[in-house]
Nanobody
């Protein structure tokens, strides 16, 4: 199966920016998505992108602030985050959509936004 690895998280001040990367072990034509989760809470959908990059989707909570993209030659998806808020603090995950479900979750990368 395809393995995914997230990176790029860190500690930033409110209003700052971060760029997350999701590297796949091999090429995939699947739709890819970004999610986040706080301890004890349900995983939250953030954004998705089709193989061609022609269709993207965003949750209302991040629309206008986050941008999803992908570089198929590098087998990598990205999440550019701007205007970060303390409520954006969470572990961020990427996954691929297989059938009707997202699968092949990575280990996640921590994003912490200070007030």
């Amino acid at each position: 199966q395809v393995q995914l690895a997230e990176s790029g998280g860190g500690l930033v001040q409110a209003g700052g920016s971060l760029r997350l990367s999701c590297a796949a072990s091999g090429r995939t034509s699947n739709t890819m998505g970004w999610f986040r989760q706080e301890p004890g809470k349900e995983r939250e959908f953030l954004a998705s992108i089709t193989w061609s990059g022609g269709t993207t989707s965003y949750a209302d909570s991040v629309k206008g602030r986050f941008t999803i993209s992908r570089d198929n030659a590098k087998n990598t998806a990205y999440l550019q985050m701007t205007s970060l808020k303390p409520e954006d603090t969470a572990v961020y995950y990427c996954a691929i959509r297989v059938g009707g479900s997202y699968k092949c979750w990575g280990q996640g990368t921590q994003v912490t936004v200070s007030s």
